[in-house]
């Protein structure tokens, strides 16, 4: 029994030889020797200390025990044991550490037989409140006092409490650091022991985003966050000013706000097409300033009106086909709507010229029909006298397939289409031209191109 | 929308449906049509890119690219072209709305279009040359002087005509005259439109105007800073109006 305890002892021996303590400060080992200070704590403070066990031998290596024993101390993040370290492997783990009475303290940390002794001091310190929902919490080092989210320009403030619950008079070292935040007053001098003071520190939101600073008070370190939000937007209204809710119109839209902007914001406004007739769709309902249908707005302090860049209103074309115009603004989480309908119309004609090129009679008509219903069309020529001119009315069925010749326009452009017209003895012809006082043109080949 | 052009008669049985064209015009460089009517505008794939200056008259366009002075019909398609010196010109058109002048503001030189005439050189002219206009066979140009427009007739062989001080109209700005002689003449945000024989129309724009150009008959493309779209404005019979022209995908 002996020779075999004797055995283990001489095989587990170099095994413990090749492993050792580091503390990890700031990213860089520090190896411990047999003790090590972990440092002061104010009374009922918390300490922490990242630690590392390594393998710093050349062959693998095994762990099946880690501990901690001493008042206040206790290990926190320990790794799951046993376990095979290879050579320069280490486990992490952290020594944690809390004590309300001052003095010294000890406690022997233990990786199986490799053991190094910590020690802390707890001096005399302040016990430190904040007021917070409706109560005070105690904050030790470490702690985060957290101002929630605050709006952009406005204020909030937190009220710190210092109470010395020590014997003995203490000096408050109080100093913040960090952007966004101020102490209101400046912090007590001096504290008897049973005195309290307070102060307040302010947290002042200038830019959205996330605010962080560092609250010293003596050796604790207090983070302070705050999140900063833009003010809500006011309530946007869509003001559409049209003359005339009809096809072929240019009108304006412009975004109201029911009071002055306290902050920023940006969205979008579209305008979507619902067409009268099924399946049809209308390139020419758009913003023009985008070339498509949306636009984005925006919105700064003190604006009344949303801006679209530089405008404060933009203009938008109905198209040429019977329907409705939707708007929809999204803006500060507001969303808001407003229509124009246009109504089935006749034909409109744009323009219209006629002129005689040799033997022929040329017209050339620009309008729309917002119904694409068109299916034919009927001349009649008068005279400067209103008296119309043999042989009266000319029908051309130039229009056949006029509904889907307009659903190709609508896809995007332009499109050619080929009508026959009823055939003019030239005589009749010239008659016209010259009743009627058209101008004559040169003879030219029949257009061919679509743009 | 929708272009009608029909022929009643023996000639030709022929014609084609299209969308109406408003006009051609240079934006961003490129140049495309522009099609729809007053108030619906839809535009056009570009066709050319690379160019300097461009103005349309409706029946007849002209482009200047970097060396060449191209013609182009009413369908975009180059008629002829001629060699030209690098940078922007100006355009002037006849009353039947054929290209017949040009002007290369780099050089001050004179170009009549249709003939074989060397270009006329004016780098003895005093003022800077706005705009350009055809006057039965001669030139007009439109020239700022300090604070005061001036239209200037000149001959195709360089030698001025005629001088007078166009009153009343700004000479800051860009200006552009119309194969009518109407006169478009812009003054910061504002622009003035003198016709012939008819009192003076002050039209607002949302912006400064930044060149104008002949894109159609009764049309002149208004440029706009910052990037924006072009405006339009149209001349009619019954009146002055002004839109706005769709971006293009191109824009930035």
Not at chain 1, 22 to 45: C, F, I, K, M, R
Not at chain 2, 49 to 62: K, Q
Not at chain 2, 115 to 140: I, R, T
Request: aromatic share 6%.
């Amino acid at each position: 029994m002996i020779a075999r305890w004797l055995a283990f002892w001489w095989l587990a021996a170099p095994l413990f030889g090749q492993f050792g303590f580091y503390a990890v400060n700031g990213g860089a080992e520090q190896p411990l020797d047999t003790s090590y200070s972990l440092g002061t704590a104010g009374a009922g403070d918390g300490l922490a200390q990242c630690l590392r066990l390594k393998n710093i031998g050349t062959a693998d290596g095994s762990v099946s025990l880690l501990s901690i024993s001493g008042a206040g101390f206790v290990l926190k993040e320990v790794p799951r044991l046993p376990q095979t370290l290879p050579s320069g492997q280490y486990l992490e783990f952290t020594v944690g550490f809390q004590a309300n009475d001052t003095g010294s303290y000890s406690a022997s940390l233990k990786a199986d037989r490799l053991s190094v002794f910590l020690e802390v001091t707890v001096t005399p310190s302040l016990t430190v409140f904040v007021a917070e929902s409706g109560g005070q919490r105690r904050l030790s080092a470490g702690a985060t006092v957290d101002f929630g989210s605050v709006e952009r320009g406005s204020q909030a403030s937190r009220r710190f409490t210092l109470s010395n619950q020590t014997r003995q008079g203490l000096l408050p070292a109080v100093a913040l650091s960090g952007s966004g935040f101020r102490l209101d007053s400046a912090a007590p001098t001096q504290l008897a022991p049973g005195d309290s003071a307070t102060f307040t520190v302010i947290c002042m939101a200038e830019q959205a985003g996330t605010l962080s600073a560092v609250l010293q008070i003596e050796q604790r370190q207090i983070t302070l966050k705050a999140s900063v939000t833009e003010p809500p937007l006011p309530r946007p209204a869509i003001v559409l000013d049209l003359l005339n809710a009809a096809s072929g119109q240019q009108g304006t839209v412009s975004v109201r706000l029911v009071s002055a902007a306290r902050g920023r914001g940006s969205g979008k406004l579209s305008v979507d097409f619902r067409s009268s007739i099924a399946g049809a769709d209308d390139p020419a309902v758009l913003f023009p300033l985008t070339g498509s249908r949306t636009i984005p707005v925006s919105v700064v302090e003190g604006d009344t009106a949303a801006r679209f860049g530089a405008l404060s209103a933009v203009e938008f074309q109905t198209g040429t086909t019977a329907g409705m115009l939707l708007f929809t603004l999204q803006l500060g989480g507001f969303t808001d709507q407003a229509t124009v309908t246009v109504a089935p119309a006749p034909v409109h004609l744009e323009a219209v010229s006629a002129a005689r090129s040799g033997n022929s009679l040329e017209l050339r008509i620009s309008g729309f029909d917002n119904t694409r219903t068109t299916g034919g069309l009927a001349f009649t020529f008068y005279d400067r006298s209103g008296v119309a001119v043999a042989p009266g009315k000319i029908q051309v069925e130039c229009c056949r397939g006029f509904p889907e010749i307009l659903h190709q326009c609508q896809r995007g452009g332009h499109v050619c289409a080929y009508a026959r017209s009823s055939r003019l003895p030239g005589r009749q012809a010239r008659s016209i031209a010259r009743r009627c006082r058209l101008p004559t043109r040169r003879p030219r080949s029949p257009a061919s191109r679509c743009g | 929308m929708i272009l009608v052009s029909l022929c009643l008669g023996t000639g030709s049985a022929q014609e084609p449906l299209a969308a109406p064209l408003v006009g051609w015009l240079r934006d961003g460089g490129q140049l495309r049509a522009m099609y729809g009517i007053p108030g619906n505008f839809l535009p056009g794939p570009a066709v050319r890119d690379a160019v300097w200056s461009a103005a349309f008259s409706g029946t007849e366009g002209v482009v200047k690219t970097d060396s060449e002075v191209i013609t182009l019909d009413r369908a975009g398609q180059p008629l002829r072209a001629l060699a030209a010196p690098s940078g922007p010109a100006l355009f002037a058109f006849d009353r039947a709305g054929h290209a017949e002048w040009c002007y290369f503001r780099h050089l001050r030189q004179l170009r009549h279009l249709a003939g074989g005439e060397d270009p006329a050189n004016l780098s003895e002219l005093s003022g800077s040359v706005l705009a350009l206009g055809s006057d039965g066979g001669n030139a007009n140009l439109l020239v700022s002087r300090g604070a005061e427009l001036w239209r200037v007739t000149v001959s195709v062989d360089g030698q001025v005509l005629a001088e007078e001080s166009l009153r009343g109209l700004p000479a800051g700005g860009p200006a552009a005259v119309s194969q009518d002689g109407t006169i478009v003449a812009a003054d910061g945000a504002a622009l003035v439109v003198r016709r012939p024989l008819a009192e003076d129309c002050l039209v607002a724009l949302p912006a400064r105007a930044e060149g104008l150009e002949l894109m159609g008959e009764g049309w002149v493309r208004v440029g706009q800073p910052d990037g924006a779209p072009p405006l339009a404005l149209h001349l009619t019979k019954a009146g002055v109006s002004v839109y706005r022209l769709p971006a293009t995908g191109e824009r930035p």
